[in-house]
């Protein structure tokens, strides 16, 4: 078991994304219906955003809902969105206290009008907050956040707004998540090993830490242990090992 202290807090990630995976089958192994999962979810956002804001992480990034989600079962996603609503309520108070701004990734639009009311209300209660930008992705897939981006940048071009060539800086500064760093740590739990669509463009130089925790089963502690791994990491970016120590800080802050 991994513990606090075992983190150096002077080689911290400042962005850390997660994928939460296995709400289903951890229900599933109980008997219970997927939604129990998703229930017994909450606890394990709850604990790793305090685990985030405790250590230090300036950012942390959950994918609580895909572009591909919208697959499930009616009765699933309208349990899911209703969840989302009851868990913004509840945790407000948990946000403003522990000083974390509550910020959205993903085409929210779609969204239904109660789900992006409930939104703008913790939005716009936290957006004051400095601690730790806690940052959903809801209705987000990294194939739609490259083609906006590039939807948006042509239609700057032809209006004139847009007048130098496109680098890579500029197309980043496109993304949604243009206001944060690239992660530079991307934890997945229940044991699988793909990125699903998740940052696409972001994720280009990020470390990868795969886990076969149950999402409704991770702590704290196995959010240390991620941190912990991370900092034994060399991050090459393309050097030699001669070049670098066996931490270097993104090259995007």
């Known amino acids: 078991m991994i513990y606090k ?83 913004l309520h509840d945790e407000l108070p948990t946000l403003m206290q522990n000083n974390i701004r509550l910020m959205t990734i993903g085409n929210i639009s779609a969204l239904s009008e109660a789900v992006n009311r409930q939104l703008e209300i913790v939005k716009n209660r936290t957006a004051g907050n400095t601690r730790l930008d806690l940052i959903l992705a809801l209705n987000y897939g990294g194939r739609w956040d490259i083609v906006q981006a590039a939807q948006s940048i042509q239609n700057d071009v032809a209006s004139g707004k847009l007048q130098q060539p496109v680098t890579e800086k500029i197309f980043s500064s496109y993304t949604a998540t243009c206001n944060a760093p690239d992660p530079e740590l991307l934890i997945r739990t229940g044991g699988e090993f793909r990125i699903s669509n998740f940052l696409l463009w972001q994720l280009a130089y990020t470390e990868l830490h795969f886990t076969a925790t149950l999402w409704p089963d991770f702590r704290k502690e196995d959010f240390y242990n991620a941190i912990v791994d991370f900092q034994q990491r060399k991050r090459r970016f393309g050097k030699t090992d001669e070049q670098t120590e066996k931490y270097e800080p993104s090259q995007n802050q």
Not at 53 to 59: M, Y
Request: charge should be positive; hydrophobic fraction near 45%; aromatic fraction near 8%.
């Open 5 to 87: 202290n075992k983190i150096d807090s002077k080689r911290l990630p400042v962005h850390v994304a997660i994928i939460m995976d296995g709400n289903g089958r951890w229900a599933k192994k109980l008997g219970n219906q997927r939604i129990f999962g998703h229930r017994n979810g909450v606890k394990a956002v709850r604990e790793t955003v305090e685990a985030a804001a405790e250590v230090g992480i300036r950012f942390l990034t959950l994918y609580a809902f895909s572009t591909e989600n919208w697959q499930r079962p009616h009765a699933e996603v309208d349990a899911l969105m209703s969840l989302l609503m009851s868990s």
